[in-house]
T-cell receptor, first 114, second 112 residues
Framework: ETGVTQSPTHLIKTRGQQVTLRCSSQSGHNTVSWYQQALGQGPQFIFQYYREEENGRGNFPPRFSGLQFPNYSSELNVNALELDDSALYLC?????????????FGPGTRLLVL | GESVGLHLPTLSVQEGDNSIINCAYSNSASDYFIWYKQESGKGPQFIIDIRSNMDKRQGQRVTVLLNKTVKHLSLQIAATQPGDSAVYFCAEIPNYGQNFVFGPGTRLSVLP
């Protein structure tokens, strides 16, 4: 186990609702990255937070937003949910924002949008 | 855009045999590559990494080979065990980016 935890494990929402997913990073890690993994595909980068600031963003619309707290835990918020948002949401923590810092993943939150 | 892909979506091997999982990448400027293993219901687990200034790196029962000429990455697993059954992803860091670009994955099934 990596020490990265995520909550909840599973979630069911309806189209148009809002959702907040949570991630606690591994002890000593100050960087959290969020990924969306659709069924049967590889994870797609959403954004990264380093020391409470957004530090890079993938090709996701503004209704995907996030926060990082002083203890380096993080939240992913998705507004106006769409059916295609159904996926496994993964967070990964790392020691720093460097390009070659290994990212350690949590078990993910599986979101189903009906 | 840049992408990372795999030659084989599924691979079945006999227990005890060696496994080779292949990956093609398209960004010749990528600096860093990682292999992850993802078991059902779990997040990806780091296996091994390699930097672009190397062509081979060995870990415990695993070896990663990097061929920059043809932009090809492979993961070799020696003496494959039932616990190796999972989906394997290669990922690259496009030059000095901070996010990994993952391929679609290869499912490895170990037959008894």
């Amino acid at each position: 186990e990596t020490g990265v935890t995520q909550s909840p494990t599973h979630l069911i929402k309806t189209r148009g609702q809002q959702v907040t997913l949570r991630c606690s990073s591994q002890s000593g890690h100050n960087t959290v990255s969020w990924y969306q993994q659709a069924l049967g595909q590889g994870p797609q980068f959403i954004f990264q937070y380093y020391r409470e600031e957004e530090n890079g963003r993938g090709n996701f619309p503004p209704r995907f937003s996030g926060l990082q707290f002083p203890n380096y835990s993080s939240e992913l918020n998705v507004n106006a949910l769409e059916l295609d948002d159904s996926a496994l949401y993964l967070c990964a923590s790392s020691l720093g924002q460097g390009a070659t810092e290994t990212q350690y993943f949590g078990p993910g939150t599986r979101l189903l949008v009906l | 855009g840049e992408s990372v892909g795999l030659h084989l979506p599924t691979l079945s091997v006999q227990e005890g045999d060696n496994s080779i999982i292949n990956c093609a990448y398209s960004n010749s400027a990528s600096d860093y590559f990682i292999w992850y293993k993802q078991e059902s219901g779990k997040g990806p687990q780091f296996i091994i990494d390699i930097r672009s200034n190397m062509d081979k790196r060995q870990g415990q029962r695993v070896t990663v080979l990097l061929n920059k000429t043809v932009k090809h990455l492979s993961l070799q697993i020696a003496a494959t065990q039932p616990g190796d059954s999972a989906v394997y992803f290669c990922a690259e860091i496009p030059n000095y980016g901070q996010n990994f670009v993952f391929g679609p994955g290869t499912r490895l099934s170990v037959l008894p």
